[in-house]
């Protein structure tokens, strides 16, 4: 089974992330990006489907140079190959953008000869969590979708998807080719060894030039008009007390006071 995952590089979520001053966008300055956590998943699943069924994995990405660092990073985990798509960046919340480019990228994979049976993406990007980009592209693709799958199974006909849903867990078949958004499994995505560290390294990531992708919108596809920090609120008060008695009776005063009892 041939299986395509697409990545983006977000800023770690790990970090926290202001705007710059005087200024509507973050400040990603000395953040480092990394894989979103949502297409790791993904990237985990599709290794665990071509384990179980056989074939191979390839992953797709846009952006700058560095962000052959993320691909490379797939490779030590599971990924047969990589393509970059340069001259162009899969832009925040600019979803149909976004579905356009890779949807471009897929087919001129596609007519070299890669056919995909399926396509994953993460469920959503962490930097602006829309997860509008998956469905998009199945749409321009012309292909099902299946949302918050967090298991695959290949059978004869296709494709069997455990969904995640508000009231529990669905079972769904899809014929192939399809597009699978992963939500997070039971499981975590399985670490890199030393030796597949250094091999994936070394491994070359062909470069898809933009300006040959035709069916691309040009510019974006979506005008942000502005950019708020939520509203920082108190999470807790610290009691500094000499004694533990003294601060679990100073914490009974304040509850009292605050007619919490």
Do not use: H
Not at 58 to 72: C, F, H, I, Q, S
Not at 160 to 187: S, W
Not at 197 to 219: D, F, N, W, Y
């Amino acid at each position: 089974m041939e299986l395509l995952v697409c990545i983006k590089q977000v800023p770690d979520d790990s970090v926290a992330v202001r705007l710059k001053p005087g200024a509507q966008e973050p400040d990603l300055e000395g953040i480092t990006p990394v894989v979103n956590p949502f297409d790791t998943y993904a990237l985990e699943m599709a290794v665990r489907l071509k384990e179980a069924a056989g074939g191979s994995v390839t992953v797709l990405t846009a952006g700058p140079e560095a962000a052959k660092d993320g691909v490379k990073n797939c490779l030590s985990v599971g990924a047969d190959q990589g393509f970059l798509v340069a001259g162009a960046e899969l832009a925040p919340g600019d979803t149909l953008g976004n579905g356009r480019l890779l949807a471009a990228a897929i087919q001129k994979l596609q007519a070299e000869g890669r056919a995909f049976d399926v396509i994953l993406c993460g469920r959503e990007a962490t930097d602006r969590a829309s997860g509008q980009t998956g469905p998009q592209l199945a749409e321009i693709l012309g292909i099902p979708v299946i949302c918050d799958g967090v298991e695959l199974t290949a059978t004869e006909p296709g494709l069997l998807v455990k969904q995640e849903t508000e009231d529990g867990y669905r079972l769904l078949e899809a014929p192939v080719p399809c597009l699978i958004t992963v939500n997070k499994p039971a499981y975590d995505p399985r670490y890199p060894t030393i030796k597949s560290k250094l091999a994936a390294r070394k491994a070359a990531v062909p470069v898809i030039e933009a300006e040959t992708l035709s069916g691309t919108a040009p510019g974006p596809q979506l005008r942000q008009l502005g950019l708020r920090e939520p509203v920082r609120r108190r999470t807790g008060v610290k009691l500094q007390e000499e004694s533990c008695a003294d601060a679990a009776a100073k914490a009974l005063a304040m509850m009292v006071q605050a007619k919490a009892l």
